[in-house]
């Protein structure tokens, strides 16, 4: 059984849903993950946000102006007067949900039941349509079958347990429709798998029912080796490996959730990213393979801050990296990049959050030094220990711009530069140039 996800613009006008089936084949037994119409979770946000805020006349405002929008697509959605009613109903019943929390305490879990209504309308609605035009379908509750343990992690097992019973009470149907992004917590209340967490539902339902393959449809055909945007002549990649997806995955190519990699890549559940404009377009593979001898892509990650510590201190000691690495710990803040010397550490965060803290611990060890602006650049291919040569390309690529941190060998498969964000088009045009 194949899982096919479809991401907000793909189903962000009554239009677009409608050409779903130029691509969704209701012969063939298959799972269909949507994500809200696009733009429907940042309202969502912003209503909830409103609502933490205690200011409710701007969260009945905001909630209003989103009911404008969906009265209107069901009025496009629909043909018959019958479907247009059920249509009606769906959208007054999730409406009224959020309205009728202006009367309750409001707290993060009822955050995050706001966040959810956009899945489950997106679904809803489609559900109907599919009614309309007579192509039967399933309507899964994601809320019975995805879950999250007590560290947030999804549940693959759980997966397994309850939604293959709920595939298997309908042997005669082919075409099941649910919801990305949300899930239940382990407390049972409504949670979601974070933003742009439908790609992870995805590859978690694929890893769940060892499906054949996952499909992910966008709007882009497939990953590109450069981004789009800012450099002209970018390729498709054809091929990727589980690890070099999820190295672009988290530096730059927004098209796929990074960690929606990891379940299918300990499944072996081969993952495709497909573009719903043009869908006989190759678009990206990522299986276990890697093609070898080859730089595939540079991907770009802004808004990072570096941070050196230098202590004399370091020299010759033990236990000094860990000790730095507890205070980012402590402050649950993640860390990119490293490079070392003798008697200093540089290293990389993307959230601040707690930099003013982190910095007056740091200082209880020596001097330190921020800087602000900074972009990774990331260059993923194969190079591996006994590769000669590709480092030398990318710095050859790269001679005229100042680089920061340098980062080789982490894996066998990525090189990093850190450089100033204002040197990132002109780097990221050089390296294309000289690359490919
Ligand atoms: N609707 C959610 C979001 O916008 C999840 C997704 O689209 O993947 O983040
Ligand atoms: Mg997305």
Redesign the pocket.
Same mark, same amino acid.
């Given at each position: 059984m194949k899982v096919l996800k479809f =991401?907000?613009t793909s189903v962000g006008s009554p239009e677009r849903m409608k050409r779903l089936l130029d691509i969704i084949d209701p012969a063939e037994r298959q799972i269909v993950v949507l994500?809200?119409v696009s733009g429907t979770?940042n309202s969502l946000a912003e209503i909830g946000q409103a609502y933490l805020a205690g200011d409710k006349n701007k969260a009945a405002a905001l909630i209003g102006a989103l009911k404008v929008k969906y009265e209107s697509f069901i009025g496009e959605l629909f043909g018959k007067e019958e479907y247009l009613d059920q249509g009606r109903e769906v959208i007054d019943y999730h409406f009224l949900l959020l309205n009728s929390l202006s009367n309750d305490l409001f707290t993060t879990i009822e955050e995050k039941l706001v966040l959810a209504q956009?899945?489950l309308i997106s679904t809803t609605l489609y559900y109907v349509y599919l009614k309309e035009i007579g192509v039967p379908s399933v309507l899964l509750p994601a809320l019975d079958f995805m879950k999250i343990d007590e560290d947030n992690e999804p549940m693959v097992d759980y997966i397994t347990e309850h939604l293959t019973p709920l595939l298997d009470k309908h042997p005669e149907n082919k075409l099941f429709i649910t919801q =990305?992004?949300i899930c239940r917590n382990s407390f049972g209340e409504i949670d979601n798998l974070r933003? =742009? =967490?439908?790609?992870y539902t995805a590859s978690l339902i694929g890893a769940g029912i060892n499906s054949e393959e996952v499909q992910i449809w966008t709007d882009i055909d497939g990953m590109h080796n450069n981004d789009p945007r800012i450099v002209k002549g970018t390729q498709p990649i054809a091929q990727l490996s589980f690890d070099e997806a999820a190295e672009l995955a988290y530096f730059g190519a927004k098209i796929l959730h990074p960690q929606s990699v990891f379940p299918a890549q300990k499944y072996k559940i081969p993952v495709r990213l497909l573009n719903t404009m043009d869908p006989h377009a190759p678009g990206t593979l990522i299986t276990d393979t890697s093609e070898k001898d080859r730089i595939k892509s540079i991907a770009a990650k802004d808004g990072i801050t570096a941070i050196k510590i230098q202590s004399s201190r370091m020299l010759l000691a033990h236990g000094f990296l860990r000790r730095v690495f507890e205070v980012f710990e402590r402050y649950r803040t993640s860390i990119d990049m490293i490079t070392t010397s003798e008697v200093a550490v540089s290293l990389t965060i993307d959230d601040t959050t707690y930099i003013e803290e982190i910095i007056a611990e740091l200082l209880g060890f020596g001097s330190v030094d921020i800087d602000k602006n900074q972009t990774i650049i990331c260059v993923v291919g194969d190079f591996g220990a006994e590769k000669h040569g590709y480092a030398a390309r990318v710095l050859e690529a790269v001679k005229h711009i100042p680089l920061r941190m340098i980062s080789y060998g982490g894996s066998d498969h990525n090189m990093s530069l850190l450089i100033k964000t204002k040197d990132k088009t002109e780097i990221l045009r050089s390296l294309h140039n000289r690359l490919f």
């Amino acid at each position: 059984m194949k899982v096919l996800k479809f =991401g907000g613009t793909s189903v962000g006008s009554p239009e677009r849903m409608k050409r779903l089936l130029d691509i969704i084949d209701p012969a063939e037994r298959q799972i269909v993950v949507l994500s809200a119409v696009s733009g429907t979770t940042n309202s969502l946000a912003e209503i909830g946000q409103a609502y933490l805020a205690g200011d409710k006349n701007k969260a009945a405002a905001l909630i209003g102006a989103l009911k404008v929008k969906y009265e209107s697509f069901i009025g496009e959605l629909f043909g018959k007067e019958e479907y247009l009613d059920q249509g009606r109903e769906v959208i007054d019943y999730h409406f009224l949900l959020l309205n009728s929390l202006s009367n309750d305490l409001f707290t993060t879990i009822e955050e995050k039941l706001v966040l959810a209504q956009g899945e489950l309308i997106s679904t809803t609605l489609y559900y109907v349509y599919l009614k309309e035009i007579g192509v039967p379908s399933v309507l899964l509750p994601a809320l019975d079958f995805m879950k999250i343990d007590e560290d947030n992690e999804p549940m693959v097992d759980y997966i397994t347990e309850h939604l293959t019973p709920l595939l298997d009470k309908h042997p005669e149907n082919k075409l099941f429709i649910t919801q =990305g992004y949300i899930c239940r917590n382990s407390f049972g209340e409504i949670d979601n798998l974070r933003r =742009g =967490g439908s790609d992870y539902t995805a590859s978690l339902i694929g890893a769940g029912i060892n499906s054949e393959e996952v499909q992910i449809w966008t709007d882009i055909d497939g990953m590109h080796n450069n981004d789009p945007r800012i450099v002209k002549g970018t390729q498709p990649i054809a091929q990727l490996s589980f690890d070099e997806a999820a190295e672009l995955a988290y530096f730059g190519a927004k098209i796929l959730h990074p960690q929606s990699v990891f379940p299918a890549q300990k499944y072996k559940i081969p993952v495709r990213l497909l573009n719903t404009m043009d869908p006989h377009a190759p678009g990206t593979l990522i299986t276990d393979t890697s093609e070898k001898d080859r730089i595939k892509s540079i991907a770009a990650k802004d808004g990072i801050t570096a941070i050196k510590i230098q202590s004399s201190r370091m020299l010759l000691a033990h236990g000094f990296l860990r000790r730095v690495f507890e205070v980012f710990e402590r402050y649950r803040t993640s860390i990119d990049m490293i490079t070392t010397s003798e008697v200093a550490v540089s290293l990389t965060i993307d959230d601040t959050t707690y930099i003013e803290e982190i910095i007056a611990e740091l200082l209880g060890f020596g001097s330190v030094d921020i800087d602000k602006n900074q972009t990774i650049i990331c260059v993923v291919g194969d190079f591996g220990a006994e590769k000669h040569g590709y480092a030398a390309r990318v710095l050859e690529a790269v001679k005229h711009i100042p680089l920061r941190m340098i980062s080789y060998g982490g894996s066998d498969h990525n090189m990093s530069l850190l450089i100033k964000t204002k040197d990132k088009t002109e780097i990221l045009r050089s390296l294309h140039n000289r690359l490919f």
